[in-house]
């Protein structure tokens, strides 16, 4: 029975204030087909995946609210990468990948402890709007499939991640997105 906006301001507020001060973050959408987790990742349909709509505007999600307060509280002269991928059937697909027939890629350790997948497509975004058309872009290449519960249900765990690098370039931080698959 929450709201977008009450649900954001439990979860999502705290979260990005950690990603702003250098900490990554994460806010996962988990339970079975139907029960939500897509409405309450990206908003209704009207406002999924174009960007319309003022961050005020009740319908939207977590993720473009999210965005919207990353930017705000951006320090001068950091930046913000968007990569979307989806795993499927123990893959991992770049969904904003140019090249779609090498869209499945390896997963490589880049430092001790941290797995990245190898070739992931960055995006550099600067603006709510822009996270949501890359969204948009990227939705397109998701494996979906009618289920009895949602016509068209995502088989795959949909992860956004917005990489945050500092003045000088460097990696900051990061908040993942994620939109699970159904659990049932």
Not at 60 to 84: H, N
């Amino acid at each position: 029975s929450a709201t977008q906006v009450e649900v954001f301001d439990s979860v999502g507020v705290g979260i990005v204030g950690r990603v702003v001060d250098g900490f990554n973050g994460c806010i996962i959408a988990y339970g079975q087909t139907g029960s939500g987790k897509t409405f309450t990742m990206l908003g209704a349909d009207d406002y999924k995946l174009s960007g319309s709509g003022g961050s005020l505007d009740p319908g939207l999600g977590l993720v473009p609210r999210c965005c919207a307060l990353l930017f705000e509280k951006l320090p001068k002269g950091f930046t913000v990468t968007a990569s979307y991928i989806e795993v499927y059937n123990d893959s991992v697909n770049d969904c904003l990948g140019e090249n779609q027939k090498t869209k499945y890629l390896a997963l490589r350790e880049t430092a001790k402890g941290h797995i990245e997948p190898d070739g992931l497509t960055r995006v550099p975004v600067s603006q709510t709007a822009e996270v949501m058309k890359t969204l948009g872009k990227g939705d397109k290449n998701r494996v979906v499939a009618a289920m009895a519960m949602n016509p068209r249900s995502s088989r795959g765990h949909g992860m956004i991640l917005l990489d945050v690098f500092n003045a000088e370039g460097l990696p900051y931080s990061r908040l993942t997105l994620v939109d699970l698959a159904g659990m049932e």
